[in-house]
């Protein structure tokens, strides 16, 4: 081992992880589309906007809890849905679960999960919610609802902007491939799948009607993953939807898009507070947890760091990300004079001039 696993931060994760992991497992990960302009962006444009600290406002005891979709976290800051956890630590799923639960948030399951939904479930006393894509196979969808409610599943988050497969180069070079989760068919309707068409099984003929199905047929709050706009936003209210996560997918899917936290408050408008406005993409900091919350997010998910945490101890790894991030999110609290998640409104932000 080259480097002594003592990150402070979740870039020293990052960098560890690289060291560990196969070059091809880390371009994976790391990676976007194309060019990859969305994944910096979603980072930098946290710079844009300065924090405005407040001073004698009792910060003695600071509470960093809230409510997504009803159920409390210790924290806002969730684990996003990304498949095949056990790519960074053979524990996968497991490990970032119990990282979750310990932690006291929410961590979302992908489709492509390499661990049982069930098996998953048993593992810890937390909260899990199912992701899925709107499938071409009603019948697949409805057992895997089913599957999640009899799980205990709090919530599915479907996410609508997979529907076509994209470029991505270091893929590309390095001749990656990956295999699906563990819970589809193993000889089901899903394979063969059409060659060149719509990638991780959803379908590119889906439109509002197939999420509207979905609301009616899951017994569940429904999240909808994946919007970039205030007119779909709208849309999402329309189809029934009970959340939405402003999300580029991390710049994975389309590049040469704005960054999550340039259109948030667009949605966040458009919503009409009829919805939680939840976003991912780039969080890194507290403070960029912070600025989120200040912009009219509810609660915040880290994609990337879980595999990072993950390939530098496993469970413990993660548990080390998200304290990391806590301890970051309540320094910003304090000397923004805000003890309380409800207390940080938008006079915590301004616009910063660029230098
Ligand atoms: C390796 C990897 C796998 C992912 N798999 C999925 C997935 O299966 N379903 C999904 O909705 N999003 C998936 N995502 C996207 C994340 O849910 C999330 O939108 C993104 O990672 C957030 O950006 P961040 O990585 O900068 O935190 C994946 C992301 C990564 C990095």
Request: net charge neutral.
């Amino acid at each position: 081992m080259s480097r002594s696993p003592s990150p402070i931060n979740l870039f020293d994760f990052e960098a560890i992880a690289k060291e560990r992991l196969p070059k091809a497992e880390y371009d994976y990960i790391a990676g976007g589309a194309t060019d990859e302009i969305s994944v910096e962006r979603n980072r930098r444009a946290y710079e844009s906007w300065a924090l405005r600290p407040r001073v004698l406002r009792d910060v003695s005891a600071l509470d960093l809890s809230t409510t997504v979709l009803g159920t409390r976290v210790s924290l806002p800051v969730l684990i996003a849905p990304c498949g095949g956890h056990k790519r960074a630590h053979p524990d996968g799923e497991l490990a970032t679960y119990r990282a979750a639960a310990a932690c006291g948030t929410i961590l979302a399951v992908s489709a492509n999960s390499t661990t049982s939904f069930e098996e998953l479930a048993k593992a810890a006393r937390g909260h899990l919610w199912l992701q899925l894509y709107p499938f071409r196979e009603r019948e697949m969808t409805k057992e895997w609802l089913t599957r999640a409610k009899e799980a205990g599943y709090d919530a599915v988050c479907v996410t609508l902007d997979s529907q076509w497969p994209p470029k991505r180069e270091r893929n590309i070079r390095n001749n990656y491939r990956r295999s699906r989760g563990v819970n589809y068919p193993k000889d089901g309707a899903q394979t063969p799948r059409p060659a060149g068409r719509a990638g991780e099984g959803s379908d590119p003929a889906a439109t509002w009607k197939d999420l509207e199905w979905i609301k009616s047929a899951a017994d569940l709050p429904i999240v909808a993953k994946g919007i970039m706009t205030g007119e779909d936003v709208e849309l999402c209210a329309d189809a029934g939807a009970d959340a939405v996560i402003v999300s580029n997918h991390g710049g994975r899917h389309l590049d040469n898009t704005l960054a999550t936290i340039e259109v948030l408050s667009e949605a966040v408008a458009a919503g009409k507070g009829k919805m939680e406005i939840l976003l991912d993409g780039g969080i890194r900091r507290g403070a960029d947890v912070v600025k989120a919350l200040a912009l009219g997010a509810r609660a915040v998910f880290i994609g990337r760091p879980l595999f990072w945490g993950l390939a530098v101890d496993g469970e413990q790894g993660v548990i080390r990300v998200l304290n990391i991030l806590r301890e970051e999110i309540e320094i910003t609290m304090a000397k923004c004079g805000r003890p309380t998640v409800a207390s940080i409104d938008s006079t915590v932000v301004v616009k910063a001039p660029r230098l």
